[in-house]
């Protein structure tokens, strides 16, 4: 069978939760954090011991970028070292969580405002290990990943996001990682590792902005970024590290608790600002 209802047999088998799954925007910064002990990796492992057990984590990662929209479909997928210029210990991390095929076939027939495509090629990039080996370090949870198309614009990506609601119904933690500012060419690499973080005057401003406008659930400005002014277009000179946020916010239910964590600039040019939704 090749219906949707043939795929439904996983969440079929998950009771119905009596609260929504909270949806998360992650911002992940370096890849160093996926091994160092650092303030940011330290909030992850507790936000995972602050909301429910997840059945499966489902990640929407700013380095799959692809023409169309893929998840991904094996048992087992690889870990992606997907960097240069780091050490071997980052080189060697393995995370080897499982995949869930039947999941990844629910979720396509979730999604009706585009084709998604089944993957068995990609696995999980340093956008999803990074964060969810300090989260979920047992490597038990099924991970998938689902792919930015980079055809289409953040309104695109909004309204496929809404596709995916039944999911946390059933307890399926849904992470949008990237970053809200996000410029490397700008990035003042001698103050990376200030322990108060540091971020350029334009780069707080917009960052609080934007938080303003997640606060007051206006997703219309935050859809239409570019007219924010020329600040918005510094903090995203392109989008792939801003969309995943289009994913948590189109996840919203009605007007669900939003709290920040991880609210620190970082590098004069990136914040590692993050959000849970529920």
Request: proline fraction near 6%.
């Amino acid at each position: 069978m090749s219906t949707f209802s043939a795929f439904k047999h996983f969440t079929n088998s998950l009771p119905e939760q009596p609260q929504l799954m909270p949806v998360l925007f992650i911002g992940h910064g370096s890849p160093m954090n996926g091994i160092e002990d650092t303030e940011f990796s330290r909030r992850w492992t507790q936000m995972a011991k602050e909301i429910p057990t997840p059945t499966a984590v489902l990640v929407v990662s700013a380095h799959w970028f692809t023409q169309g929209t893929k998840i991904t479909a094996m048992d087992f997928p690889r870990t992606i070292h997907d960097f240069s210029g780091f050490p071997p210990e980052l080189f060697a991390v393995q995370y080897p969580a499982p995949g869930n095929p039947e999941l990844a076939r629910e979720t396509v027939g979730l999604i009706h405002s585009a084709k998604v495509e089944l993957n068995h090629d990609w696995g999980l990039d340093h956008g999803t290990w990074t964060v969810v080996r300090h989260m979920y370090p047992e490597a038990k949870i099924p991970v998938l990943q689902l792919s930015i198309d980079y055809s289409k614009g953040a309104q695109y990506h909004y309204d496929l996001a809404k596709g995916l609601l039944a999911l946390r119904k059933k307890g399926v933690l849904i992470i949008g990682s990237g970053n809200m500012v996000h410029n490397l060419r700008m990035v003042a690499w001698n103050r990376l590792n200030d322990v108060q973080g540091y971020g350029y005057d334009w780069a707080l401003d917009l960052n609080d902005k934007f938080k303003s406008l997640i606060a007051e659930h206006d997703h219309k400005a935050l859809i239409h970024y570019s007219q924010l002014g020329r600040e918005a277009m510094m903090a995203i000179p392109t989008p792939e590290h801003y969309l995943p946020l289009m994913y948590t916010l189109g996840l919203q239910s009605g007007k669900e608790d939003i709290s920040f964590f991880n609210d620190q600039a970082v590098g004069g040019s990136l914040t590692m600002t993050s959000v849970k939704i529920g």
